[in-house]
């Protein structure tokens, strides 16, 4: 059943990372529309009957796919997640006609190398934008950084390590720096402290072999909303401002939760 305001959808796909985050993919409606970078709305069936839970859930597929993809943890008790995280292929889910948010490539003064910044399952909009063959044009250098606890939950890595191999992305591909952060483990070849330490000691940049800068520096944050806080006023401190709507900056940030 589908309304003005929503369209109802299928599940196609369930890809489990670890006990509790998974990635589920959905039919697309033909008009739906979305910047990558952008959340759509999805709605499961609620408790009540006839009622729907609905959630912001940023899409980790490509505009062009046919398919739209998400990135999700299971919160312990939560109402959308535990119910979302039940659903198998087939079920339905509804997605909100309309897509929303800010973290996009578009709010950015003019730049050359594009850093995104993600925790967890925050990691989701930069896959999106990663898929979108204008960044890699426009951009000289792209950074990738992904924080996660466990070696197990580096999700994507497959997909981000990929797009040499891809016939498409390949002559762009050497312009992707990607660091990955595993806070909770010895990970040979990855970097053990938390984002924000990594960043105010200049460590993150040391490792990338690149630094910030504001000329050609564009940031993007997404996850933890303590991380992006607290990297948000680091780089403010440093001189990077925040992109508002009609006033296009250096920096773009989500929270997640
Ligand atoms: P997470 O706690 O966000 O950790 C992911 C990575 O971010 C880890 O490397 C972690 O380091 C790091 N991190 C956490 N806080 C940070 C901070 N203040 N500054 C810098 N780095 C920081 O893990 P997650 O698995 O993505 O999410 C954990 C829980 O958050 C979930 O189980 C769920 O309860 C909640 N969550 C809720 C939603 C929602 O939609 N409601 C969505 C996502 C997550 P450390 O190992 O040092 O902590």
Not at 134 to 143: D, F, K, R, S
Not at 213 to 240: A, H, Q, T, Y
Request: proline fraction near 4%; charged fraction near 30%; glycine fraction near 8%.
């Amino acid at each position: 059943m589908s309304t003005d305001k929503y369209t109802t959808e299928r599940i196609t796909a369930v890809r489990p990372w670890t006990d509790n985050l998974f990635s589920f993919r959905t039919t697309r409606d033909r008009g739906y529309r979305f910047v990558p970078g952008q959340f759509a709305r999805l709605g499961v069936p609620g408790e009540a009957e006839g009622s729907i839970v609905w959630r912001a859930y940023s899409i980790a597929s490509a505009a062009h796919d046919e398919h739209l993809e998400f990135f999700s943890v299971v919160v312990p008790g939560g109402q959308f997640t535990s119910r979302l995280a039940k659903l198998r292929e087939g079920d339905a889910i509804h997605v909100e006609r309309r897509s929303y948010g800010f973290l996009t490539t578009d709010r950015f003064e003019a730049g050359r190398d594009l850093w995104m910044l993600a925790t967890g399952t925050g990691l989701a909009p930069f896959l999106s934008i990663l898929h979108d063959f204008e960044t890699w044009e426009h951009y000289e250098n792209i950074v990738l950084v992904q924080s996660v606890r466990t070696q197990q939950e580096l999700a994507y890595e497959d997909v981000i390590r990929g797009f040499d191999k891809s016939e498409y992305y390949a002559e762009h591909a050497r312009k992707l720096r990607y660091a990955r952060i595993v806070t909770r483990e010895p990970v040979p070849g990855t970097l053990r402290d938390r984002v924000t330490k990594l960043l105010a000691s200049g460590v993150l940049e040391e490792n990338l072999g690149m630094k910030l800068d504001l000329d050609r520096s564009r940031i993007m944050l997404c996850g933890n909303p303590e991380m992006v806080e607290d990297s948000r006023k680091l780089l403010v401190e440093r001189g990077f401002r925040l992109s508002r709507r009609g006033d296009p900056a250096h920096l773009a940030v989500e929270n997640y939760w």
